[in-house]
């Protein structure tokens, strides 16, 4: 099954996308979608829409799971976030893609084992399970790292709907 994982920025947005078979977990693609800050907010969400739906097309993944967005000092910027995460939703619902939501502990805790773990770990870890990740940026590592977490997730609920 292909997987799509988005790591919501407004400045920038990470993807990833994995094939999952069984346990097994095989690197396809990832990237960064950056918006120029100068540009007005409407203006860089149509950006984000428009690059999620070209990725979309591409890879035509069967799921998608977004990171959530978590709750800082600043407002303004939780806001800008929050549209941001709000795009990374609805791009893959609206091509009729079932979307999942994890938080970055959740994440954090699948691919690394803690929920504490720093974005060096969330990097190095992802390049472990995936071999050949380009990663650019950090938000593509997480992107994965959110897929990998999917992937997990979906494996794990399987074998719980197993018959005994």
């Known amino acids: ?6 790591d919501p920025g407004l400045r920038f947005t990470g993807w990833g996308v994995l094939e999952a078979e069984g346990n097994r977990l095989r690197h396809v693609a990832d990237g960064v979608i950056a918006t120029e800050s ?20 591409r890879y035509a993944p069967a799921e998608a799971a977004v990171e959530e967005t978590y709750v800082n000092r600043n407002a303004t910027a939780t806001l800008k976030l929050g549209y941001a995460r709000g795009v990374a939703l609805l791009a893959p619902a609206r091509a ?14 699948a691919v690394v084992g803690t929920g504490a773990a720093d974005k060096d770990q969330v990097g190095q870890m992802v390049r472990r399970l ?27 609920l399987n074998v719980w709907k197993r018959p005994a």
């Open 96 to 109: 009729g893609i079932p979307v999942f939501e994890y938080g970055a502990k959740t994440v954090k805790m």
């Open 38 to 57: 100068t540009d007005d907010v409407p203006s860089r969400l149509k950006m984000l829409d428009d690059a999620l739906a070209e990725i979309l097309a």
């Open 130 to 156: 995936l071999p050949g990740a380009a990663q650019k940026r950090a938000d593509a590592a997480d992107a994965l790292a959110v897929a990998i977490c999917h992937a997990h997730h979906r494996a794990s």
């Open 1 to 6: 099954m292909r997987l799509l994982g988005i």
